[in-house]
C-alpha cells in the first residue's frame, strides 16, 4: 500500500514480478506487430499493421498511440476508432485470462 516502506515493497520477489509484466507487455505488443503484418499480407494490404499493436489491454493508450505513429506516417491516417476494438478485445482477453488463473490456481 501507499504507506509500505521501501524495505518491505521493493524486495527480489517484487522486482521479479515487475520484470515479468514488462516483458509481457513487450512480448504481447511484438506478437501484435507480427499478428498485424500477417493480417496485412493476407488481406492485401487492407489492414493496417499497426492494428496489432493495440491488442495489448493498456486501454486507451495503445490505440492512441497506435493512431500516433499512424498520423505520422500518413497524416490522413485516422486508426483511432479502428484500434479500439482489437484494444478493447485484449481487456477481454485479459479478464478470461485472469478467471482461468483464479480458477486454476485460487
Given at each position: 500500500g501507499a504507506?509500505?516502506?521501501a524495505e518491505h515493497f521493493l524486495t527480489a520477489e517484487t522486482i521479479k514480478i515487475?520484470?515479468?509484466g514488462l516483458?509481457?507487455?513487450?512480448?504481447?505488443?511484438?506478437g501484435g506487430l507480427l499478428f498485424g503484418r500477417?493480417?496485412?499480407?493476407?488481406?492485401?494490404?487492407?489492414?493496417?499493421?499497426?492494428?496489432?499493436?493495440?491488442g495489448v489491454?493498456?486501454?486507451?493508450?495503445?490505440a492512441r498511440v497506435v493512431q500516433k505513429i499512424g498520423?505520422?506516417?500518413?497524416p490522413g491516417n485516422y486508426l483511432l476508432m479502428h484500434a479500439m476494438g482489437p484494444n478493447v478485445a485484449?481487456?477481454?482477453g485479459s479478464a478470461i485470462a485472469a478467471g482461468v488463473l483464479l480458477a486454476r490456481l485460487g
Open positions: 504507506k509500505t516502506s515487475i520484470l515479468l516483458f509481457a507487455f513487450g512480448f504481447g505488443t511484438i500477417l493480417m496485412c499480407k493476407l488481406s492485401g494490404g487492407k489492414v493496417n499493421p499497426l492494428i496489432g499493436a493495440a489491454s493498456a486501454v486507451p493508450m495503445a498520423a505520422e506516417e500518413r485484449g481487456v477481454i
